[in-house]
């Protein structure tokens, strides 16, 4: 069955402005998570959801930083007055069950340039 | 504060080798232990996945321990290929839903 998709697999976007990235996951997963990578790093965690809810988003670095998931299935990650520290690739990553003990599949990653 | 390490960093060996990638944590209390690949540009990949109460998982050639106590774990490649070349990300989970990542091992097997 189909994986993971993230859209766009690629954004360039200029200082201070607002931009979304998105993340489908696979059917039927109830639980989705966002990462942001940084080059030779590993995933740093940002949010968790369970269903429709923000069960954990201690990762988000700041209120600049926003996620939605508002039927339980595709998430949005929204990103306002953009910073240069904010080029990263995110990845986001879905598993079947809620409670986060199982393998988590990962999609591609949209990589964010902030010029 | 959890932290993950993973040693080496790099490591190139020959085709046929075996070879072991290392990995710590400093809290000992986890949910569960997972071990990825990811190659260049893409995301990860998931090869195995110990829950708390395991000591270890195999697929394949792949084969990876947990030790709790000394906040270790090991994953073991048989005969490794060219194909194996990647990187190599160890990622630990508390019983909450945050999941730390180490900075990876990153792996690359001449022909």
């Known amino acids: 069955g189909a994986g993971v998709s993230q859209t766009p697999s690629n954004k360039v976007t200029e200082k201070g402005k607002y931009v979304e990235l998105r993340c489908d996951p696979i059917s039927g997963h109830t639980a989705l998570y966002w990462y942001r990578q940084s080059l030779g790093q590993g995933p740093e965690f940002l949010i968790y959801f369970q269903g429709t809810g923000a069960a954990d988003d201690s990762g988000l670095p700041n209120d600049r930083f926003f996620a939605v998931r508002p039927e339980g299935s595709v998430s949005t990650l929204k990103i306002q007055r953009t910073e240069r520290g904010d080029s990263a690739v995110y990845l986001c990553?879905?598993?079947?069950?809620?409670?986060?003990?199982?393998?988590?599949?990962f999609g591609p990653g949209t990589r964010l340039t902030v010029l | 504060k959890q932290e993950v390490t993973q040693i080496p960093a790099a490591l190139s060996v020959p085709e046929g080798e075996n070879l072991v990638l290392n990995c710590s944590f400093t809290d000992s209390a986890i949910y569960n232990l997972q071990w990825f690949r990811q190659d260049p540009g893409k995301g990860l990949t998931s090869l195995l996945l110990?829950?708390?109460?395991?000591r270890e998982q195999t697929s394949g050639r792949l084969n990876a321990s947990l030790d709790k106590s000394s906040g270790r774990s090991t994953l073991y490649i048989a005969a490794s290929q060219p194909g194996d070349s990647a990187t190599y990300l160890c990622a630990v989970k508390r019983g909450g839903f945050k999941t730390i990542f180490g900075a990876g091992t990153r792996l690359f097997v001449k022909a």
């Open positions: 990553a879905s598993s079947l069950m809620a409670g986060g003990g199982d393998t988590q599949y």
């Open positions: 110990i829950q708390s109460s395991q």
